[in-house]
Nanobody
Framework: QVQLVESGGGLVQPGGSLRLSCAASGSIFSIYAMGWYRQAPGKQRELVAKITKSDRTSYADSVKGRFTISRDYVKNTVSLQMYSLKPEDTAVYYC?????????WGQGTQVTVSS
């Protein structure tokens, strides 16, 4: 089992930046890939960015060029750096780990983009 704890959410103005972090613990050596998902009110949870064990990254079209996912294998963290934030980026952001034991999720952190 993998345990995930997110941090870094908050309120930011349009055009601003925010960095989310997720600390992993437990069976971290069994993790294949980690990612960030988000869920806005009334909408389904969607993949935002993903990074594999070989550091291959992928992004939702809506965030390409604005968000960057990275992983620190020493600290066992995955981060999402978000630039040029838009009101439509407002959502609860969830950290995900895909491992031998299946999918693990963090508790979520709220990101609100508003003036």
């Amino acid at each position: 089992q993998v345990q995930l704890v997110e941090s870094g959410g908050g309120l930011v103005q349009p055009g601003g930046s925010l960095r989310l972090s997720c600390a992993a613990s437990g069976s971290i050596f069994s993790i294949y890939a980690m990612g960030w998902y988000r869920q806005a009110p009334g909408k389904q949870r969607e993949l935002v960015a993903k990074i594999t064990k070989s550091d291959r990254t992928s992004y939702a079209d809506s965030v390409k060029g604005r968000f960057t996912i990275s992983r620190d294998y020493v600290k066992n963290t995955v981060s999402l750096q978000m630039y040029s934030l838009k009101p439509e980026d407002t959502a609860v952001y969830y950290c995900n780990a895909n491992s031998v034991g299946g999918d693990s999720w963090g508790q979520g952190t709220q990101v609100t983009v508003s003036s």
